[in-house]
C-alpha cells in the first residue's frame, strides 16, 4: 500500500558530533549496499546482547540488504546542519503488540551519520492505525535521534510535520544472506520516496524535501 501522508509527529534529537569516522577520524570506504549490509552484520557480531547498536544495525542492514544504497541527507538536526547516509522501507505488514494490532502498514526513515562504526542514529516511523467501524486511517508518527550508544542524549519534540511521498518503483530486491542480523523474506521491490519534515521546535528539518532510496515490502 503506498500513500501519501501528512501528520504530526514526536521527535527526539541530541547533541551530535560530525565526522568521517567517529573513532578514527579515517575515511569512509565507498562499498556497494551488499559490502555495507555485510559490513553493518560484522559489527553486530562484535556487540554484545543487549547493546543498542544491535536494534540500530538491524534496521539499517534489514533495507540494505536488499539491494538499496544510502542516499546521503542534508538536514538539520538539533540546532545544526548535518548530513547522513538515508535509507528507507515501506512495510505494507501490520504490526503488533502484545497481540494486538497496533498498525495497518509502517513507513521508516533510517538514518547515521557517516562513519565505519557509527554511534549516532535517526529514525523516523510513520505507522497506519487501524480504523473503528466506519472511520479512515489515522497516522501516529515517532522521530528519535540518538545522540550517542547511550540512553541519556534523547530529547523530543511532538510538533514536528512529516511528508512522506513515494515518488517511482526501481525494480526487485536482491537480497545478501547475513549471518548476525535478519532479513525479512517477504516480496520485495525497490523505490524512492521523498521525505519532508519541519515545524514545531525545527527538531529536525528536512526542507526542501529529499530523495531517499528503499524498499517496499508487500505479502
Not at 557509527?118 to 489515522?138: A, C, E, I, N, Y
Request: glycine share 8%.
Amino acid at each position: 500500500m503506498m500513500r501519501r501522508v501528512v501528520c504530526v509527529v514526536a521527535a527526539a534529537g541530541a547533541m551530535m558530533a560530525c565526522g568521517s569516522d567517529q573513532s578514527t577520524n579515517t575515511n569512509v570506504p565507498v562499498l556497494t549496499a551488499a559490502q555495507l549490509a555485510l559490513h553493518f552484520d560484522t559489527l553486530a557480531g562484535q556487540l554484545p546482547v543487549g547493546d543498542p547498536r544491535l536494534t540500530w544495525y538491524q534496521d539499517i542492514a534489514s533495507i540494505l540488504a536488499r539491494g538499496v544504497t544510502p542516499s546521503a541527507g542534508q538536514m538539520h538536526l538539533a540546532g545544526g546542519p548535518a548530513v547522513l547516509d538515508l535509507a528507507t522501507e515501506l512495510d505494507a505488514f501490520p504490526d503488533s503488540v502484545g497481540g494486538k494490532k497496533i498498525a495497518d502498514s509502517t513507513y521508516r526513515l533510517t538514518g547515521w551519520f557517516p562513519s565505519t562504526r557509527p554511534s549516532q542514529f535517526l529514525d523516523v516511523r510513520v505507522r497506519f492505525v487501524p480504523p473503528k467501524s466506519g472511520t479512515t486511517d489515522t497516522t501516529v508518527t515517532y522521530v528519535t535521534f540518538y545522540g550517542d550508544t547511550t540512553t541519556n542524549n534523547i530529547f523530543t519534540d511532538s510538533a514536528e510535520t512529516v511528508v512522506p511521498q513515494v515518488l517511482s518503483n526501481r525494480g526487485l530486491c536482491q537480497t545478501t544472506p547475513l549471518q548476525h542480523l535478519t532479513v525479512p523474506p517477504n516480496p520485495c521491490t525497490k523505490v524512492a520516496v521523498e521525505w519532508l519534515v519541519g515545524g514545531g521546535t525545527n527538531l529536525l528539518v528536512i526542507n526542501p524535501a529529499d530523495q531517499v532510496s528503499g524498499t517496499h515490502l508487500t505479502q
